[in-house]
């Protein structure tokens, strides 16, 4: 039963998957393709000027950049559109799945089925899981195979890792979604509320060492990346929050009258 109930939330959320995949492949084709423009824009760059530039830190990082197309792929991707992109379709998901199918009145029917509400909310937050790392995991492979067709090197392994350490911190930031889009609130409403939480869990990274602190943050994996650290740490974290999260959400979505 719970792989029928499964197989309708795949159904119901067919459009993510599509407008998913569509823009994280377009976004793979742009990051990859724009390096190169990138590069010959930074080398008409009079001297005098990239001088200055090296006088500020936004000015080295963007040198950086161009000069490690690993990083250069990082930072387009683990540090920008994961979470830009992750965290919309995570709102996105979370509020269709249950605060919406609350508003229309059909989490009633959906329960009537021989299944416990346990085995239901399992179903439904395996399926929002699955349709993410669907969407982002495509995103990732593309990226790598693009760059590989344009002649980039990209170190597939270490950035595979890097995918799946942000996606556990993805998981986390869903599970929270979840729990509040079972509250009970019409779905705009839990949209603006889950954004407006995502908001306030972003405000560490701006805190110098409290950034570790973020979800956000964890979810660039820069930390293993870049510096070489050891994941397991980061992973761990997230795993025991989304156990925690999810905890509550079945402890809410057992006593909440549908």
């Known amino acids: 039963m719970i792989k ?16 998913g995949g569509v823009l994280c492949l377009v976004t793979a084709v742009l990051t990859v393709a724009f390096y190169g423009t990138l590069g010959q824009m930074i080398e008409e760059i009079p001297p005098e000027v990239l001088d200055v530039l090296l006088r500020y830190d936004a000015g080295q990082q963007l040198l950086t950049l161009v000069a490690s197309f690993d990083v ?34 059909t989490m009633g029917f959906y329960l009537t089925r021989p299944i416990s509400r346990r ?15 669907a969407v982002f995991g495509a995103g990732t492979l593309a990226l790598i195979l693009l760059s590989r067709l344009f002649g980039y090197d990209v170190p597939a392994g270490r950035f595979l890792v890097a995918f799946l350490v942000g996606f556990c911190w993805m998981a986390v930031f869903y599970a929270l979604a979840v729990r509040i889009s079972i509250g009970g609130l019409e779905p705009v409403l839990s949209a603006v509320i889950t954004a407006a939480v995502g908001l ?24 293993y990346y870049l510096q070489g650290q050891n994941p397991l740490w980061s992973v761990s974290a997230a795993l025991i929050l989304f156990s925690l999260l999810t905890l509550l959400n079945i402890r809410a979505f057992s006593r909440k009258d549908y």
């Open 4 to 19: 029928a109930l499964m197989a309708k939330e795949w159904r119901q959320l067919r459009w993510v998957w599509v407008i």
């Open 72 to 105: 250069y792929l990082w930072s387009q991707w683990n540090a920008k559109n994961m979470i830009q992109l992750g965290s919309l379709f995570v709102i996105i998901i979370a509020t269709m799945q249950f605060a919406q199918e609350a508003g229309k009145k």
């Open 119 to 133: 085995e239901g909310l399992a179903g439904k937050m395996l399926s929002g899981l699955m349709a993410l790392g």
């Open 200 to 223: 306030g869990l972003s405000l560490p990274i701006f805190a110098g060492s409290w950034r570790v602190l973020s979800i956000f943050y964890q979810m660039r994996a820069g930390g």
